[in-house]
């Protein structure tokens, strides 16, 4: 049995929380709106929660100049060097990224720590059906389940992977 190696980018592969958080509040001043003070990661879902009344265009603005700052600051980004050089270790051919993150910011991101090139394959997914996603991955993969080695933070992903019986690596 080969294994098939399957990376989750943000806080797994790079540590992205703090200039996540950064970002958004740079979004949220720069347009005159109340700040987020917050020991876990600012999500749209939080802050719209907590800015209800926000319009879909002011939204749309928010998320945009959130992912300009992100973009322009990656160098507050912290890449989990232990995990990078397991990662070029490996045949791109067995290494799959599976990320709920943004196309355009994955990409730089991935430039950015010189490991674009180390992957069969980028899946982009919400993560909100596991099983489904683990099912699409075996069959890129052509194998089983038990060949799959995933290196993901997210508890709610690793619990449903822990459901299936899926390998984890923390």
Same mark, same amino acid.
């Given at each position: 049995? $080969?294994?098939?190696? #399957? /990376?989750?980018l943000?806080?797994?592969l790079?540590?992205?929380?703090l200039l996540?958080? %950064? &970002?958004?509040?740079?979004a949220?001043?720069? /347009? ?8 876990v990661r #600012?999500?749209?879902?939080? $802050?719209?929660s %907590?800015?209800? @009344?926000? &319009?879909?265009? !002011?939204r749309?603005?928010?998320?945009? !100049? ?7 600051? #990656?160098?507050i980004?912290?890449?989990n060097?232990?995990?990078?050089n397991? =990662?070029?270790s490996?045949?791109k +051919?067995? *290494?799959?990224?599976?990320? +709920?993150?943004?196309d !355009? @910011? $994955?990409? =730089? ?5 010189c ?6 394959k980028?899946?982009? &997914?919400?993560?909100? +059906?596991?099983?489904?996603? $683990? /099912?699409?991955? *075996?069959?890129?993969?052509?194998? &089983?389940?038990? +060949? =799959? ?5 997210? =508890? ?5 992977l822990?459901e299936l019986?899926? @390998?984890i690596?923390k």
């Amino acid at each position: 049995m $080969v294994d098939k190696y #399957i /990376f989750d980018l943000d806080n797994t592969l790079i540590n992205t929380d703090l200039l996540n958080n %950064k &970002s958004y509040n740079y979004a949220l001043a720069y /347009f005159n709106l109340p700040t987020i003070i917050s020991n876990v990661r #600012i999500t749209r879902d939080l $802050v719209f929660s %907590k800015l209800p @009344r926000l &319009s879909e265009k !002011q939204r749309s603005d928010i998320v945009t !100049q959130k992912q300009l700052y992100f973009l322009k600051h #990656i160098h507050i980004t912290i890449p989990n060097n232990e995990l990078i050089n397991l =990662l070029k270790s490996k045949n791109k +051919s067995d *290494c799959v990224l599976w990320t +709920s993150a943004d196309d !355009q @910011r $994955v990409k =730089l991101l991935l430039s950015y720590y010189c490991i674009t090139d180390c992957f069969y394959k980028i899946i982009y &997914s919400k993560k909100t +059906s596991v099983k489904e996603d $683990v /099912f699409s991955l *075996c069959s890129i993969f052509n194998c &089983s389940k038990k +060949s =799959l080695l995933f290196f993901e933070d997210d =508890l709610y992903v690793i619990a449903e992977l822990k459901e299936l019986d899926c @390998r984890i690596v923390k």
